[in-house]
């Protein structure tokens, strides 16, 4: 599975757009990008995953780079609920089907 | 959310003891995974099924055995428990391995501390 750069840490305004950033230079064509967000002690949750095309669901939107080397995840509308880790995964379906966490990004939302 | 629980959901037990930990889903979904938790190593898969009694090691096997004689329960057992087995246990589940449908969902989590 393709290796993926995220940043640390980012801070948000409550009610603002939270843009995450994520690289993944080295991804295959047969790699899906998949987000998930862990709130602190809880389990991961799964928010969206796409191939190529920009998904959208009611927690996010998912915005890929059309050589797909970097992609960015849109939380619209930040609450402080929100804050969590959030990681950016790349791997292709089938196989042994695990997944691999990196270090992800502590989004902070603040007032 | 998923429909999937996890039991115990904290545990603190002596080294040397066995232990088992429980995982249940109401989703019918085919795969399930058991995965820990531990700082500076992420989410590391131990073992997944992909039906009943069909089973296969993750990356970090040594020292659990599961077993999944129903669909809706997998368990993880430590035979031996050892200290370096003190983590948070996430079991996750999937409807499939391959295309949409082999998204993995994670239930709540099962803290143990082996002392």
């Known amino acids: 599975d393709a290796k993926t750069t995220q940043p640390p840490s980012m801070d948000c305004a409550e009610g603002r757009a939270a843009n995450l950033p994520c690289n993944h230079s080295?991804?295959?064509?047969?790699?899906?990008v998949y987000w998930y967000r862990q709130i602190h002690s809880q389990g991961p949750q799964y928010i969206i995953h796409?191939?190529?095309n920009n998904e959208t669901n009611e927690m996010a939107s998912l915005i890929i780079t059309e050589d797909r080397k970097s992609s960015t995840l849109i939380l619209p509308h930040a609450t402080l609920r929100d804050t969590a880790v959030y990681y950016c995964?790349?791997?292709?379906?089938?196989?042994?089907?695990?997944?691999?966490f990196g270090t992800g990004t502590q989004l902070k939302v603040e007032l | 959310d998923a429909g999937i629980t996890q039991s115990p959901r904290h545990k603190v037990t002596e080294t040397g003891t066995p232990v088992t930990l429980r995982c249940h889903q109401t989703?019918?979904?085919?795969?399930m995974y058991w995965y820990r938790q531990d700082p500076g190593h992420g989410l590391r898969l131990i073992h997944y099924?992909?039906?009943?009694?069909?089973?296969d090691k993750g990356e970090v096997s040594d020292g659990y055995s599961v077993s999944r004689s129903k669909t809706e329960d997998f368990l993880l057992t430590l035979e031996s428990a050892t200290s370096s087995q003190t983590s948070v246990y996430f079991c996750?589940?999937?409807?499939?391995?391959?295309?949409?449908?082999?998204?993995?969902?994670f239930g709540p989590g099962t803290r143990l501390t082996v002392l």
């Open positions: 989703e019918n979904h085919r795969y």
């Open positions: 080295t991804i295959s064509g047969n790699e899906y």
């Open positions: 099924s992909y039906g009943v009694k069909d089973t």
């Open positions: 796409g191939l190529k």
């Open positions: 995964i790349v791997r292709a379906t089938g196989g042994g089907n695990k997944l691999t």
């Open positions: 996750a589940i999937s409807e499939s391995a391959s295309g949409r449908k082999d998204t993995q969902y």
